[in-house]
């Protein structure tokens, strides 16, 4: 056991915790607490204590048949009476909250801490969190679930594997401007798409690079072709005088998006390219970025750099046939008054770089719990993932890049509450309150998720149970914001019966809960579904933290997690017990997205594309709506909705959120490899 890892767990179980959201119902504040402590590698009581039961003050209820949208599923939230810190009394809060809900608010704390750095995969901090994991599900007595490489007799928690398109390594870096030399990280930086090549060439300077702004504004001449120059270019899109967009009062529009910019650049075959900051822009980055925050697309098969403004400034005034700087350049192409600018052919840069893509080392994290009696070789699988996006290089907005994002909620919150289950479904097995024939228990930790559900994928592809051994699996992601004790839980319709199978569960809880039918989605049980595995998938909301630097740990609500691990719990014991194993059915064509607040519904269940490719995926189509009729197809991506680039929900709804019932729109997407149009007359919500 790492040193590290062991000394953060024990400083987290037995430090006092920070804050909490949502009280519960008073309760005695003088109610003991059920804390642990480690010690010599073992968990001992420190008091012992009363188990204590939440008991729900009504009956659950499961609200059937409704589509649930991940990205915008958001119940009617209940605020909590304002405290005055003066008064607050953490301690007695969160006694009363009970065990389960200060156990998952350690967890949580602990993974959403910047010494994980983000958990992004590949990064220490990754490394960290599912040691982290391992450890606990060690004290749990959870058995390893995977063998190792080398020797199948030999047991291990982990599932390694390596992440395909990882970080680009940048082996050579070496650029002059006009036979000055630059250093890097001060005057030039490699962008992360940049491919490989040692270019000496003139330059020919193109603007913003963009080929069809608004009001037939382009940076291009018909004839271009760049074969054997060096092209400079301008970040972002026209400004005004003030540095602010002429085409957006929200920053910048979608013509400012890096990856229309080099593709136009790239079909005009240059040798070499060179990024600019505009001068004096009010919105956009400052300073050079680095190769890690600069992947805007898959690698291109020419060089990529960025250079410093001042480096700009210099190099133009010298090869401008009018000696202008920059700034006058800049203000030349917000007025669209020069196209591609040749410069002269004696004022040449030197450009050498030279890229390898090393993959990425990531691992799952997984223990068994064996059951007993006839059913001991059939299977339940409970699963969250425990990586988020780092420090925002993909996944986040692109303001954000660079920032920690702590992933609290995203998903701190299942992997703690798969956590705190180990032990209680340890216990269960071994108890009599379980029957004599149950089947055994996989609990997963993915790695990977926000890569591109990569984890469940390679689990999946390599699994230690064959599929026709698994009766069900239940995936937590994004359990941490329960309000109004309501929830949605998908995956409702992948199994014969299941939504009558599950109901006691739910009734037991006390929570409402909205049931989509639809087995597929942007998270890691859409892996297995495709598998014909039957799912669950628990999800409590989204909100306006959602991958940003904000998803911390004090905005979480411990009380509410602790009454989605008791559901969690019992379609558990359902699923483990019930002698008839679940059979799969296809949802395919059903639980398509609610737009909510937009006029108008696309009708599609959101998927994702893999990590640097564009576009945002169609996992699922629902019957009769805008996308069916238009014959989008489960698989296609969409890149761009008119000539705006689509690359997440947030984008889609933001576009959905502009049209009326009966506006035709474009939508370019890439079916098999090959780029189409598609014309979509858009249908109004459901009400």
Request: aromatic share 6%; proline share 6%; glycine share 10%.
């Amino acid at each position: 056991m790492c040193t590290a890892i062991k000394s953060l767990a024990m400083f987290f179980l037995t430090c006092s915790v920070a804050a909490f959201v949502t009280a519960p119902p008073s309760t005695s504040a003088n109610a003991q607490t059920d804390t642990t402590e480690i010690a010599n590698d073992e968990v001992v009581n420190q008091e012992s204590a009363p188990t204590q039961t939440i008991k729900p003050p009504h009956m659950g209820e499961l609200v059937e048949g409704k589509a649930v949208n991940p990205y915008n599923y958001s119940p009617d939230e209940i605020p909590a009476d304002p405290n005055n810190p003066a008064e607050t009394d953490l301690r007695a809060a969160l006694t009363a909250m009970g065990p389960v809900a200060i156990e998952w608010y350690q967890h949580v704390q602990t993974l959403s801490n910047p010494f994980f750095e983000g958990r992004v995969p590949g990064s220490r901090g990754n490394d960290l969190a599912a040691e982290y994991v391992e450890f606990f599900m060690k004290q749990a007595g959870l058995e390893p679930a995977f063998a190792t490489a080398a020797d199948a007799a030999i047991k291990t928690y982990r599932q390694p594997f390596e992440l395909e398109g990882g970080a680009p390594k940048v082996e050579t870096a070496v650029v002059s401007m006009n036979g000055n030399s630059l250093k890097r990280a001060d005057e030039f930086e490699v962008i992360g798409s940049s491919g490989s090549g040692d270019v000496s060439a003139s330059l020919v300077f193109a603007g913003y690079a963009i080929e069809a702004g608004q009001d037939g504004y382009t940076s291009f001449e018909n004839s271009d072709d760049f074969t054997g120059k060096i092209v400079m270019f301008l970040r972002y899109e026209p400004l005004d005088e003030s540095g602010r967009s002429l085409w957006s009062d929200r920053r910048f529009s979608g013509y400012a998006g890096m990856r229309p910019k080099l593709d136009a650049l790239a079909k005009r075959m240059p040798a070499a390219l060179i990024m600019v900051n505009p001068p004096e822009c009010k919105s956009g980055a400052r300073g050079l970025e680095s190769t890690d925050s600069s992947v805007f697309s898959s690698s291109y098969d020419f060089p990529i750099v960025q250079i410093t403004q001042e480096q700009a400034d210099a190099l133009l005034k010298s090869a401008d046939t009018s000696g202008r700087s920059l700034m006058q350049l800049r203000r030349l192409a917000d007025e669209g008054k020069i196209k591609t600018l040749t410069l002269k052919p004696d004022v040449k840069a030197s450009i050498n770089v030279s890229i390898s893509e090393i993959g990425l080392a990531a691992q799952n994290v997984g223990g068994i719990i064996l059951g007993r009696g006839a059913l001991a070789s059939e299977w339940v699988i409970l699963g969250s993932h425990y990586d988020h996006v780092g420090m925002g290089y993909f996944g986040a907005q692109a303001a954000n890049r660079g920032k920690l994002h702590p992933g609290a909620d995203d998903n701190a919150s299942g992997t703690s509450a798969m956590l705190c289950l180990t032990k209680k479904l340890k216990d269960y097995m071994g108890s009599k309150e379980a029957p004599e024939n149950c089947r055994s228990i996989l609990l997963i930790a993915f790695t990977a998720e926000e890569m591109g559900l990569d984890g469940s994928r390679e689990y999946v592809k390599h699994p230690t149970i064959p599929a026709d051994k698994i009766a069900a699996m239940v995936n937590m992601d994004m359990v941490g914001r329960l309000s109004g004790d309501r929830l949605a839980i998908s995956g409702t319709g992948t199994a014969e019966g299941f939504t009558d199978l599950i109901r006691p569960a739910v009734v037991a809880s006390g929570l409402t809960v909205d049931a989509d039918p639809g087995g597929r989605g942007p998270s890691d049980h859409a892996s297995f579904y495709a598998a014909g595995i039957p799912v669950l998938f628990l999800f409590t909301r989204t909100h306006d933290e959602y991958h940003t630097p904000n998803d911390q740990g004090f905005t979480v609500n411990p009380y509410g997690a602790s009454k989605v691990i008791a559901l969690a719990e019992g379609l558990v014991k359902i699923l483990v017990t019930t002698p008839t194993k679940p059979v799969f059915k296809s949802t395919d064509t059903t639980g398509g997205t609610s737009r909510g607040y937009a006029k108008v519904r696309l009708g599609i269940q959101p998927g994702m594309t893999k990590r640097n490719e564009p576009g945002l995926a169609i996992d699922g189509i629902s019957e009769g709506t805008s996308a069916a009729d238009a014959g989008l197809k489960i698989g296609d991506v969409i890149l761009k909705w008119d000539d705006e680039p689509m690359n997440d929900m947030g984008e889609l709804v933001a576009q959905l959120r502009e049209k009326n019932p009966g506006d035709i729109v474009t939508l370019h997407i890439k079916r098999d490899s090959v780029e189409q149009d598609v014309k979509v007359t858009l249908k109004a919500s459901e009400k």
